[in-house]
T-cell receptor, first 113, second 110 residues
Framework: KQEVTQIPAALSVPEGENLVLNCSFTDSAIYNLQWFRQDPGKGLTSLLLIQSSQREQTSGRLNASLDKSSGRSTLYIAASQPGDSATYLCAVCVWLGNEKLTFGTGTRLTIIP | NAGVTQTPKFRILKIGQSMTLQCAQDMNHNYMYWYRQDPGMGLKLIYYSVGAGITDKGEVPNGYNVSRSTTEDFPLRLELAAPSQTSVYFC?????????FGPGTRLTVT
């Protein structure tokens, strides 16, 4: 059974710093991996999707990497801003005729002005 | 596009009552999903659909039912509500890879 872990559960950093969020998964036979952002009381917003054949994806100040063999993904946020404060979730997909996502429990990020 | 919409935003139910959570998407996505999110836990898949007329169970289907009569709508039915169903419910849709989520319904069963 696929298990997804995100450590730490919470992280506080001063504004302007670069930071890395970690995601690990137990079964390397994944179809893709998706990073989401969730603001308090809101739904999930997709940030980046990495296909199993890719090593990384970039969008603006965000860069996500994927190492299937070691069961790890990282989300790198450059030059952090207070607006980046949110919970970040990673989810891995095993394609079984549809996209079944297994979610981690998230890292709650606080950027200190 | 409105994307994925969910109604209601909040609801309080008494034990044993029933209700339907509505979900609609206007992106013509074939795949639709229902998840629940409990505090400190990751999202768990309740039911999913790969197209109109086709539904299947996810990880935690007990106490719920779904139907998919159109591509756009995917309602989730709770029969005989129980306190264990207190949660935040998210609907999502997908064209194939990336999933798009609605804003959620916060349900309390007392």
């Amino acid at each position: 059974k696929q298990e997804v872990t995100q450590i730490p559960a919470a992280l506080s950093v001063p504004e302007g710093e670069n930071l890395v969020l970690n995601c690990s998964f137990t079964d390397s036979a994944i179809y893709n991996l998706q990073w989401f952002r969730q603001d308090p009381g809101k739904g999930l917003t997709s940030l980046l999707l990495i296909q199993s054949s890719q090593r990384e994806q970039t969008s603006g100040r965000l860069n996500a990497s994927l190492d299937k063999s070691s069961g790890r993904s990282t989300l790198y946020i450059a030059a952090s801003q207070p607006g980046d404060s949110a919970t970040y979730l990673c989810a891995v997909c095993v394609w079984l005729g549809n996209e079944k996502l297994t979610f981690g429990t998230g890292t709650r990020l606080t950027i200190i002005p | 596009n409105a994307g994925v919409t969910q109604t209601p935003k909040f609801r309080i139910l008494k034990i044993g009552q029933s209700m339907t959570l509505q979900c609609a998407q206007d992106m013509n996505h074939n795949y639709m999903y229902w998840y629940r999110q409990d505090p400190g836990m990751g999202l768990k898949l309740i039911y999913y659909s790969v197209g109109a007329g086709i539904t299947d169970k996810g990880e935690v289907p007990n106490g719920y039912n779904v139907s998919r009569s159109t591509t756009e709508d995917f309602p989730l039915r709770l029969e005989l509500a129980a306190p264990s169903q207190t949660s935040v419910y998210f609907c999502a849709s997908s064209p194939a890879d990336e999933q798009y989520f609605g804003p959620g319904t916060r349900l309390t069963v007392t």
